[in-house]
């Protein structure tokens, strides 16, 4: 790519962020007194979104699909050994 390419993609990025805080920054009175006339404080939490809850699902089930699968090897090992004793103790 040209270097005047770069140059340019990289200037017009730069602008875009620029443009983002702008508008943030201009926004930021006009959301307060939204918030205000609707009832919500800056203190409030939003509600988690759909994505969130998926995700807080998706980590319970995680954790639990782990915590059955560590039962299952320990519940695996624990056979093995008794095998292994039955088998040590038929040779003697």
């Known amino acids: 790519m040209s270097k005047h390419f770069e140059d340019a993609r990289y200037y017009l990025g730069r602008a875009a962020e620029h443009a983002k805080a702008g508008v943030k920054e201009e926004l930021e009175?006009?959301?307060?007194?939204?918030?205000?006339?609707?009832?919500r404080g800056e203190d409030e939490e939003p509600e988690p979104s759909r994505l969130d809850k998926l995700q807080a699902d998706l980590k319970e089930l995680e954790e639990r699909a782990e915590g059955e699968a560590r039962e299952a090897v320990a519940s695996a090992r624990e056979r093995v050994a008794e095998y292994r004793g039955r088998d040590a103790a038929k040779s003697e």
């Open 29 to 39: 009175p006009v959301e307060a007194r939204v918030k205000d006339i609707v009832g």
